[in-house]
Each structure stands twice: as C-alpha cells, then as structure tokens.
C-alpha cells in the first residue's frame, strides 16, 4: 500500500512538471481569500507571476503578505479562490507536492540547524527536495546531494564557510545560507519573505546584489518592508492594504501613486 500511495504521489508530481504553453505565468492567483473566523485576512485577490518575473509584495503590518504567501505554499488552506503554479491547480494539494513542482520559498524566522554546518544544512535540503532519506552521516549519502549543495553554496558565496557551523556565522551570512537552501533542486519560483530584516546597511547590499545575480529564468515574489530593496530589484510591484491589493505597477508607477504615498511610503523607509 506505501508504495502505491507513493506512486501516486509521485505522478501527482511529474502531472505538475509537465510542459505549459508559454502563456501561463508561473504563479497565477484568481479571487483568493482567507477567513480566521470572523477575521478576513486576504479577500479577493487577483495576482500574476510572469515566468523570469521578479514581483515585489509591499504593505504596512497586517496587510495580509505573508498569510497570502502561506497560501501559495500550502501553509494555510484558502476559504476561496484558486492557486496556479505554471498553469496546474495546486489549491487543495499538500506543501511537499508544491515544492515538488518547484516552488521554494523563506521564512521571516531561520529554519537553519544551527549546531550544524552550512554544507550539512544544504546536503538535507537537497535530500529533503529529491525524497530521500535525510542521512547525517556522509558514508550513508549519495555523492551527488553533496555536490548540489555546493553547487548551492556557491550560488550564494558561501564556498569557503562549507565547514562553519550555522551558529559561528553572521546574521547576513545566515540569511545567504537560507537563499542557498531555497535554491536547491533549481525551483521555477521562489518566494522571498523579508529576507533582509534585522541586516545591517551593508549585509543588506550584499543581500540586493545577491538578488539581482539570481537566475533571470527563476520567478520571485518578494515581501520586503525595505522599498529600496524592492523598487531596485523588482520587475513589479503589488501594493496590499488590509488583505486586498491597492495598487499594482511598475516600480515607477507604484513611487508615483499617491494612495500609495500616503498609505504606505512613509512607513516603509522606517522598516
């Protein structure tokens, strides 16, 4: 019966992989809304992640952000509307299919180990992707998780940190170490949530300059407080505002708009 279920499974994930014309956008979102009881998070939202895209994500606290990327993901389940990932319904299925199909994302709060090290990290986040055994030991490994993860290590600039441990490096360095782990298996979309909180001026160059070089066939949405950040990367940009989308442009139309300067600009250069 396991292997049949994981069967199952496993063609779920091949139906998601399968080729789409060029006309679906990798994340498409129709009417989707979120309900906490009496609470309505998200409500309505229509939204396109074009293939190669990077879409910045912005409003002030509580705007609904990351409860619509936990709605992406398959954290949460919606209470309306519908999630495509490039062209396939993925609204009722479970995180690990989603991932399957290509879709990382990051969180607000590390998921590292930290008593372990950087490349051990990226070894289990290879072996996670590809559904194996997570092994600790490298005897136990297929050779071929450790060379992604280097591979990964040096998407990120991490090579010579393989050896530290998650807990002796720097909070910047932590940050490239969860980009890195995000890029494993080389996902079609990637979903940024506030990667540069709690970085420093300089960490959070690092950070913008580490975004710009990523892959231009990869697909991003990015929640980011830092609109310097977000305008500079960003293709486009979606303004929320108590779970509904404001406003949408480009990163010029968006500085222009004035419900947006007054709702939203000013808070945002203060994090």
Same mark, same amino acid.
């Given at each position: 019966?396991? @292997? &049949?279920v ?10 998601? =992989? ?6 679906s ?10 309900n906490?009881? #009496? ?7 229509d ?11 912005? +409003?002030?606290?509580?705007a ?10 398959g ?8 999630? *495509?990932l490039?062209?396939?319904?993925v609204? @009722?299925?479970p995180?690990?299919?989603?991932i ?7 969180y607000?709060k590390?998921l590292? $180990? ?8 990226? $070894? ?9 055994r ?15 993860a280097?591979?990964c290590?040096?998407?990120?600039? *991490?090579?010579? %940190?393989? /050896? ?5 490096l720097?909070?910047?360095? &932590? =940050?490239?170490? !969860?980009i +890195?782990?995000a ?7 990637? *979903?940024?949530? !506030?990667?540069? #909180? ?5 960490? @959070?160059?690092h ?7 990523l892959? =231009? /066939?990869?697909?991003i949405?990015?929640?980011?407080h830092?609109?310097?950040? #977000? *305008?500079?990367?960003a293709?486009?940009?979606?303004? %929320? &505002?108590? +779970?509904?989308i404001?406003?949408? +442009? ?6 222009? /708009?004035?419900?947006? &300067? ?7 250069h203060?994090?």
């Amino acid at each position: 019966m396991t @292997r &049949q279920v994981a069967g199952h499974m496993d063609k779920a994930a091949d139906n998601m =992989r399968a080729p789409q014309g060029r006309a679906s956008p990798a994340l498409a979102i129709r009417r989707l809304g979120k309900n906490f009881e #009496a609470l309505r998070a998200v409500s309505d939202i229509d939204l396109e992640i074009g293939r190669g895209e990077r879409h910045a994500i912005l +409003g002030p606290n509580g705007a609904g952000k990351t409860t619509l990327f936990n709605l992406v993901t398959g954290d949460l389940l919606p209470s309306s509307g519908t999630i *495509l990932l490039d062209g396939r319904d993925v609204t @009722r299925l479970p995180t690990h299919l989603r991932i399957r199909s290509g879709l990382r994302r990051t969180y607000q709060k590390s998921l590292l $180990f930290g008593s372990l090290t950087v490349e051990k990290n990226l $070894f289990l986040a290879v072996s996670g992707v590809r559904g194996r055994r997570q092994a600790l030991f490298p005897g136990r490994a297929d050779k071929s998780l450790y060379e992604e993860a280097h591979r990964c290590a040096e998407q990120v600039y *991490l090579t010579d %940190m393989l /050896d530290k441990t998650v807990d002796n490096l720097s909070y910047g360095q &932590q =940050r490239q170490l !969860e980009i +890195g782990m995000a890029l494993v298996g080389e996902p079609h979309l990637l *979903l940024f949530d !506030e990667p540069a #909180a709690g970085l420093s001026p300089t960490e @959070r160059t690092h950070l913008t300059d580490l975004l710009e070089q990523l892959p =231009r /066939d990869l697909s991003i949405g990015l929640i980011e407080h830092d609109l310097d950040i #977000a *305008l500079k990367v960003a293709d486009r940009v979606t303004i %929320m &505002q108590d +779970g509904r989308i404001l406003a949408s +442009g480009t990163p010029a139309e968006i500085v222009a /708009d004035e419900a947006v &300067q007054r709702i939203y600009t000013g808070e945002s250069h203060h994090g």
